[in-house]
């Protein structure tokens, strides 16, 4: 089973990047389909991005398109979020989840994962 550390999280001034990674261990890390979510204080996670096994698809939600970009290096065994232009109302706990896939699809639902890491704080002052 593969195991899931976010790290890159902190506090940051609204209009900075920030660039969030997913270190993956266990399992053959290609086999797993990926997402980002987030969890600001007081409401329901949320999608953020998504990318399947190979890397060669990807889903962003709509309000984000153009300000967060979904990577990920197979070799290294990670995923990366780049988070660009950051707003206050990014502040969330970010999680990275996976799951094994047969297919190359990006996933969007939580419901589809079944593994998470701990999350990483992002704070977004400004």
């Known amino acids: 089973q593969v195991q899931l550390v976010e790290s890159g999280g902190g506090l940051v001034q609204a209009g900075d990047s920030l660039r969030l990674s997913c270190s993956a261990s266990?399992?053959?890390?290609?086999?797993?389909?990926m997402g980002w979510f987030r969890q600001a204080p007081g409401k329901e996670r949320e999608f953020v991005a998504a990318?399947?096994?190979?890397?060669?698809?990807?889903l962003t939600v709509d309000f984000l398109i153009g300000r967060v970009t979904i990577s990920r290096d197979n070799a290294k065994n990670t995923m990366s979020l780049q988070m660009d232009n950051l707003e206050p109302e990014d502040t969330a706990a970010y999680y990275c989840?996976?799951?094994?896939?047969?297919?190359?699809?990006?996933?969007?639902?939580?419901?589809?994962?079944?593994?998470w890491g701990r999350g990483a704080q992002v704070i977004v002052s400004s």
């Open positions: 989840a996976a799951r094994r896939a047969e297919d190359d699809a990006p996933y969007a639902n939580s419901d589809q994962y079944d593994l």
């Open positions: 266990g399992r053959p890390f290609s086999t797993y389909a």
């Open positions: 990318i399947s096994r190979s890397g060669g698809n990807t």
